[in-house]
């Protein structure tokens, strides 16, 4: 039976951390370990992460580095043949792994398996809406205009796949582990660094990307600071670009703005979930002027994501809720028909 090491990534996560321990722990697939990777978390996540009783679980501590930096030190640390990571606020579904580890042991040509997600806000609610990518046939040029994976807490990624993919970063005069191998790019502070790495593997290896149609993963959106996140995205996204210069050229030579159009309209979508209408719209607006093809490319999503932004602004607040339970049931009907949901407690 096939080893799956849980990377559970945990800063200032004690409103949540309690719920995403359980829904790893309560997996139907038991032969995991579990490394909670503290990165100089400053709140009480860690003690009640300690309240569990589990011979499975492991606390690694650590200086505050990051998302990537803490991923690093999981993979470094990890046992698995299967490496799976969540986010300290995330949930996943009771069989995940198990439906993971099925999916690798017949898909020898697949590296990364990863699953679509449903999106809960900060009381754990379903709010209505599903990341539903393509599945199967990923490539670089798809990946330019969108995150397959869609979060930190989808994938599940063969141990063969980072040792084929490390890279030393002695280049980084101010990184403490510039001795060791890394894997994700720790330049990435916020944003960003998982694009990179599912494009270094695609690029860089034989591995493929290839999902699950169900949503195993539900995935917590945070509306507070929705500006601040907004703009490091933003940030980020051009860092990426930046980066993707340096190991891709053999990219069709319309990429940049290919993939800055794409990441505008999806940063645009977040927007929009949080009723910021004027972000919304200014975004969209950068994203066609950046590349007016992503109109005729992606004609139903990024109509209905302009519509969606004037109909926000022109909408008085105090019927939004009522609007958007009428405009959104549609959708969310045709998305439970595609992922064939089935989200368990």
């Not at 993979?75 to 949930?91: E, S, V, W």
């Not at 917590?220 to 996204?237: E, F, K, N, P, W």
């Amino acid at each position: 039976m096939k080893l799956v090491s849980v990377i559970v990534l945990i800063y200032n996560s004690e409103k949540y951390i309690a719920a995403t321990l359980e829904s790893v722990l309560s997996q139907t697939y038991h032969h995991i370990e579990v490394l909670l990777i503290d990165d100089g978390s400053p709140d009480k996540s860690i003690e009640i992460c300690q309240q569990f009783n589990d011979s499975r679980i492991k606390i690694i501590r650590q200086p505050n580095s990051g998302l990537p930096g803490a991923r690093n030190a999981g993979i470094r640390q990890a046992k698995g043949d299967y490496l799976a990571f969540i986010d300290g606020d995330d949930l996943w579904r009771r069989d995940k792994l198990e439906h993971h580890v099925n999916h690798l042991a017949n898909s020898a040509e697949v590296g990364v398996s990863f699953s679509r997600s449903a999106f809960i806000d900060e009381a754990g609610k379903f709010l209505g809406s599903y990341q539903t990518p393509k599945l199967k046939g990923i490539t670089p040029s798809y990946l330019m205009r969108c995150n397959p994976v869609g979060n930190g807490s989808a994938a599940v990624v063969r141990r063969e796949v980072f040792a084929a993919i490390a890279f030393s970063p002695r280049q980084y005069s101010d990184n403490r582990y510039d001795t060791l191998d890394c894997y994700f790019d720790e330049q990435f502070h916020y944003s960003g660094g998982d694009v990179d790495l599912w494009l270094r593997i695609l690029l860089q290896t034989k591995w493929q990307i290839e999902g699950i149609p169900e949503a195993l993963t539900l995935y917590r959106v945070h509306s507070s600071g929705l500006s601040a996140q907004l703009d490091r995205q933003l940030a980020a996204g051009e860092q990426l670009i930046a980066k993707i210069h340096t190991y891709a050229t053999q990219l069709d030579k319309n990429w940049e703005a290919v993939m800055r159009a794409y990441h505008l309209r999806y940063l645009a979508r977040s927007a929009i979930r949080w009723k910021s209408d004027a972000i919304a719209i200014r975004l969209m607006h950068q994203a066609i002027a950046s590349y007016w093809r992503i109109v005729l490319e992606s004609p139903r999503q990024t109509v209905m994501t302009l519509i969606a932004a004037y109909l926000l602004l022109l909408v008085p607040r105090h019927w939004r809720a009522h609007f958007e339970v009428i405009v959104g049931q549609p959708t969310t009907i045709f998305q439970k028909l595609r992922t064939r949901i089935r989200i368990q407690n």
